[in-house]
């Protein structure tokens, strides 16, 4: 097998692509740097700016507050990781409780419908009181509070999770569960061979973005008493008078949701490849 | 000869729309019976009733001689005995091909997976897909999709075959491939109930051809007999719009 030669004069054609981009990069750094210049020139010369840098973006502070914070953020991850479990779990069964036909279960679907209801529409705030300072209450027993904040979270965040597996469950094209019955698969079946694998691909977007909202709102187990990142950031706001330690404990979020973020991307960008390959079209 | 699959007194309506106004079908062991009509004249609801992907309104259907139109029998058993093969391939895009042609045996029969993955590649050698096997369903062409949905169709040796006008979403030079196919497993001595509108083919193939129009079964006969002398005419005005001048 011959090797293809590019011809004259698509080699010059190539040069010419590369000098362009070559160029489009140089301007592209050049005028992000003029950007920063001048954005960097605008706040240092704001008056008041140095207050602004002292109260939040003080350096020391951070340093020092940096242990601290971070020692809480491991117990907001613990109720994070946690989360994730019993949320997917909980939204997995509300969603398939959703899909159930017959009228044997029409009291659970019509339970289901009212939870995701119910809980899509009360401020989580109000959950996280009734749980975190109700039920220690009731059980008149000290409950650690990673148990509480769990349990919050999950009421919650069960519900607009199911909503996006009902959803992306609703997406699957019919013709899929015909085919799928045409074959002999059951109802069951046909859910989780063929519909599951697919609704899962349609929701990742939405799913991580409910992830997202939920690694912020973890955050507020702190007024449980839990010393979490944001607690521990208080803590050291009220002993330095400096809200630096907010700020410490907010990055921290912010490049915990990063990696999600990107991670997502790569995830559907990953499967769109392998199940439509050829024109993007 | 009595049918392995008869229907009598069909009836189907979509909300006030009467699809199927009391069909009478049958089709025989090893016979091969081609549905042809206007689109709109019922023939792909004919089979999706026969197939129990539909519930009828009326009448009944044996398959058998089981009445598989009574509510109280299990549908995925029946279903599970009939190959569908759609229009639109309804290939499951998330499997590869091969998992797609061994999905039933497995989930359904219980089949154990390496020998019901022997048989599938068996089965996709034959029509010349092994080497895609692996693909998942949108690496392929139309017609090699269309020929791994009738792998899957019959990798579980169903009884009937119901094939649902399966080359009219394929270019010209794609639907070639998919009726020879279909042609090899007449040869076998497969049943199958086809809607098509593919009359050179129909003709050549098929034992019998049923006329549908307007939901009733209008006409059938050997190909010979309704392509031929059509008796009634609306046979014959259905016809001469596939003649070519």
């Known amino acids: ?281 | 000869m009595s049918a392995l699959l008869r229907a009598t007194g069909l009836r189907k309506a979509f909300g006030a729309r009467e699809v199927l106004r009391g069909v009478d079908v049958e089709v025989a062991g090893h016979e091969v019976v081609a549905l042809i009509g206007a689109s709109g004249s019922g023939k792909s609801t004919l089979l999706r009733c026969l197939g129990l992907l539909e519930t009828i309104d009326d009448g009944q259907i044996l398959l058998a001689d089981e009445d598989i139109s009574d509510p109280r029998v299990d549908g995925n058993r029946i279903r599970a005995r009939f190959g569908a093969v759609f229009q639109s391939y309804n290939l499951f895009p998330h499997l590869s091909v091969l998992d797609n042609v061994t999905l039933a045996s497995r989930i359904v029969h219980k089949v154990p997976k390496a020998q019901a993955e022997e048989r599938g590649l068996a089965l996709l050698e034959r029509v010349g897909l092994a080497e895609h096997a692996r693909d998942h369903p949108d690496r392929l062409s139309g017609g090699q999709q269309q020929r791994a949905a009738i792998v899957r169709a019959i990798a579980t040796d169903p009884e009937v075959l119901l094939l649902d006008e399966i080359t009219s979403a394929l270019d010209p030079e794609l639907v070639g491939e998919v009726l020879e196919l279909v042609r090899q497993l007449a040869a076998d001595g497969s049943t199958i109930l086809m809607a098509t509108h593919e009359m050179a083919f129909a003709r050549e193939v098929a034992h019998r051809v049923v006329f549908l129009d307007g939901g009733e079964v209008l006409e059938q006969g050997p190909p010979s007999q309704l392509f031929g002398a059509p008796r009634e005419a609306r046979t014959r005005e259905f016809l001469s719009r596939f003649l070519t001048p």
């Open chain 1, 1 to 281: 097998m011959t090797v293809h030669q590019p011809s004259e004069l698509e080699l010059d054609r190539r040069g010419y692509r590369r000098r362009r981009q070559r160029r489009s990069v140089l301007v592209a750094i050049g005028s992000t740097l003029a950007f920063a210049l001048v954005v960097w020139l605008t706040v240092v010369n704001t008056p008041g700016w140095s207050d602004v840098q002292r109260a939040f973006f003080n350096p020391e502070i951070a340093w020092a507050a940096l242990p601290k914070v971070w020692d809480g953020f491991l117990l907001n991850l613990q109720v994070m990781g946690l989360s994730v479990i019993t949320v997917g779990l909980c939204a997995l069964l509300i969603a398939v409780l959703r899909t159930l036909r017959g009228p044997v279960f029409f009291p659970l679907r019509v339970l289901a419908a009212a939870y995701t209801d119910l809980f899509r529409g009360i401020p989580f705030i109000i959950v996280l009181y009734l749980v975190g300072f109700g039920i220690p209450t009731i059980a008149n027993a000290r409950i650690p509070p990673v148990v509480l904040g769990v349990l919050a979270v999950t009421l919650t965040y069960s519900a607009y999770v199911s909503e996006v597996i009902r959803a992306g469950i609703e997406a699957v094209h019919p013709s899929q569960r015909l085919a799928a019955r045409a074959l002999g698969l059951g109802h069951g079946q046909t859910l989780r061979r063929v519909v599951l694998p697919q609704a899962l691909r349609k929701m990742t977007p939405p799913l991580m973005n409910d992830f997202i909202s939920m690694q912020k709102d973890v955050g507020l187990i702190s007024i449980l008493g839990a010393v979490d990142a944001v607690r521990a950031a208080q803590i050291f706001q009220g002993q330095t008078y400096n809200f630096t330690p907010y700020v410490v404990a907010g990055l921290l979020f912010v490049l915990l949701a990063i990696p999600t973020i990107r991670l997502t991307d790569w995830y559907t960008a990953r499967l769109r490849a392998r199940e439509q390959s050829g024109s993007l079209l």
